[in-house]
């Protein structure tokens, strides 16, 4: 945000400086040069006693009344040769020697003009030059008052630019903070701007986009909890119902039926529990934290996972030591994740565990088919599978890696998948110790 309105302020002052430099050339090609102008002005008395009095004199006294004027000026009037005149001026200025203007050299505190065009004065006049130096040409003052006249100009538009681009910057700053909450999962948060506010249009229209994200996301989790809920009661009964049927059968075929009935049941059953356990972490709740030991926590997870091989074989550093964290919420992620691994593991399931500095990082790896480097981050989207065609028995709903990531973040954690040194899969949790 800043970096956007110190951009604008330097585009402000070079557009500022752009104009003061086009200004001063627009100026000196349409009505000359305005040093030359200033310094004309300071030596006019010379010029005028030149003019008026000196040339005013018959063709016989030029020269005594030229003399007279050297006696009482402080400044210098000298007769050098044309030749010598146009070496010191710029040839720019030749034309109007030429013509018998008067040539003026700011840097040098003088000016020129020829004596004579036609030889009137005295003889040889056509050829001499009238150089009068030590003039009272001062164009410092003239230059600091150009300076601050542009200063005063370069201020007027700064103050109320800045001005109003501190209000925008207020209100920017006030929508990249409600962007902030609203996308850390606080959907309440909202600008409430005043409408004098400049950019109160802009952030009248979020506040309505936010009231819909809400509303759909408020409406979308109470369905789902609400959906879930209601589904227990008549899979409770067909589970009675079935266990019942299946007492009063004794055929095999039937009973064979029934337990597969059973099975999709349990099925729906997980499912359910899973999308209830979703609702639960989307609904923003902050974990209840305590100290947790990390080992014994690992240890206790791979005594709840299901019978079978392989069993994950855990190694822990002697100074991981605690952390705080909801352990009924870390410990389902974990075994969520080790429950993936036992899916998809061939014969090795390592769980590690360290701590560098003020965090511990906890791996999972297996010796199974691994993930694609392209499907790493898209196998923590719900109902998300890598393979389609897997049957119910390895497949899974595509839930549990979700719920897992859902479940570090809440602990301000990162979950992410790496290529293991097994050949598999290596699935990283990283858990801040507070």
């Given amino acids: 945000m800043n970096r956007i309105f110190f951009r604008f302020f330097m585009l402000v002052m070079l557009s500022i400086t752009a104009a003061t430099f086009v200004i001063y050339f627009a100026m000196s090609r349409l009505f000359g040069d305005p040093l030359e102008d200033i310094a004309r002005r300071q030596a006019s008395a010379q010029i005028f006693l030149v003019e008026q009095y000196v040339d005013a004199a018959p063709a016989d006294e030029w020269l005594a009344r030229l003399n007279r004027v050297r006696e009482v000026s402080d400044t210098r009037y ?28 700011v840097d040098g505190k003088s000016f020129y003009r020829r004596v004579d065009l036609k030889g009137e004065r005295y003889i040889g ?3 001499e ?7 009272p040409i001062d164009v410092s003052l003239a230059l600091q008052m150009e300076a601050v006249r542009y200063v005063i100009v370069a201020l007027a538009l700064l103050v109320p630019i800045a001005l109003w681009s501190r209000s925008h910057w207020q209100g920017l700053q006030s929508l990249s903070r409600v962007a ?6 606080k959907l309440s948060a909202r600008a409430h701007m005043r409408p004098s506010a400049s950019i109160y249009p802009l952030a009248e229209r979020i506040d309505h986009m936010a009231d819909r994200i809400e ?35 004794d055929d095999p075929a039937l009973r064979k039926r029934i337990a597969a009935m059973e099975g999709d049941l349990a099925e729906l059953n997980s499912l359910v529990n899973e999308l209830l356990g979703m609702a639960r972490l989307d609904s923003g709740q902050a974990p209840q934290r305590e100290a947790v030991d990390v080992a014994a926590l ?15 074989a855990i190694d822990c550093a002697f100074d991981v030591g605690t952390i705080e964290a909801d352990s009924r919420l870390l410990g389902r992620a974990l075994s969520n994740l080790l429950r993936n691994a036992q899916k998809y593991a061939g014969a090795r399931i390592e769980v590690t565990a360290r701590r560098d500095g003020g965090r511990v990082t906890i791996a999972v790896e297996d010796d199974g088919p691994g993930i694609p480097a392209e499907e790493r981050e898209r196998i923590f989207e719900p109902f998300y599978r890598l393979d389609r065609s897997r049957d119910r028995a ?8 979700s719920i897992a990531r859902k479940a570090v973040l809440l602990h301000g954690g990162s979950l992410h998948v790496e290529e293991s040194a097994l050949g598999g899969a290596k699935l990283v949790v990283v858990l801040p110790q507070r």
């Fill in 78 to 105: 000298d007769l050098i040769p044309i030749t010598r005149a146009r070496s010191f001026l710029p040839a720019t200025s030749l034309g109007a020697l030429d013509r018998g203007e008067v040539v003026l050299d």
């Fill in 125 to 127: 006049s056509e050829d």
């Fill in 129 to 135: 030059v009238l150089h009068v130096q030590d003039l």
């Fill in 180 to 185: 902030d909450e609203f996308g850390a999962g």
């Fill in 215 to 249: 509303e759909l996301l408020v409406s979308q989790k109470n369905l789902l909890h609400s959906v879930s809920h209601e589904l227990r009661t008549p899979i409770a009964r067909l589970e009675f119902a079935l266990e019942l049927l299946g007492d009063k059968t």
């Fill in 298 to 312: 690992l240890r206790s997870v791979e005594a709840s996972l299901p019978p079978g091989e392989p069993r994950p």
């Fill in 394 to 401: 390895t497949g899974g709903f595509g839930l549990g890696l």
